[in-house]
């Protein structure tokens, strides 16, 4: 099995993510680390298991405000073995474009079929994520029919 935790920034912190309610989305208080800051949080993660990537969802960038491109840079920087993926949003591609060591992460949410068919043909190796709120899916219908015929579809 592949474990690859998640963490959310906002502001420059890592934030405790519920329900999808990001306007109340505080910053992390857990004893995991002593504060919210992402580098410390990740290596209160990594002294309890080794694990290879990490999926960062940037939630200011999602919101269509500033981004943490510095942030991912540093923290790229301070654990060069991990393997960072990056949910930004609409601003997911421009920023793993500039940080080609960043895998994307396209969210069903922010993207659409075709949206995620042209994600493909820049960066093949694009995540695709598919986002849920209360049982309901989030994003084009398209995408939550089977991911299998999205090769095929996205040829013709």
């Known amino acids: 099995m592949t474990i690859i935790p998640v963490i959310d920034l906002a502001a420059g912190q890592v934030v405790h993510a519920r329900a999808g309610l990001r306007a109340d989305y505080q ?16 290596a209160a993660l990594r002294a309890l298991y080794r694990f290879d990537s990490i999926y960062v969802a940037d939630l200011d960038a999602i919101e269509g405000r500033s981004n943490h491109a510095g942030t991912l840079e540093r923290l790229m920087q301070l654990f060069p073995r991990l393997e960072f993926w990056l949910d930004a949003g609409p601003a997911t591609l421009e920023i793993a474009t500039s940080l080609q ?5 396209i ?9 995620l068919v042209a994600a493909l043909g820049i960066r093949p190796d694009s995540v695709l994520s598919l986002d849920y709120r209360n049982g309901t899916f989030l994003g084009d219908e398209r995408l939550a029919r089977g991911c299998g015929q999205l090769a095929w579809t996205s040829s013709s």
Do not use: C, F, Q, Y
């Open 27 to 42: 910053p992390l208080t857990a004893t995991l680390a002593k504060d919210s800051d992402p580098a410390a949080v990740i």
């Open 101 to 105: 060591a960043v895998r994307p992460v």
């Open 107 to 115: 969210g069903s949410e922010n993207h659409d079929h075709a949206g």
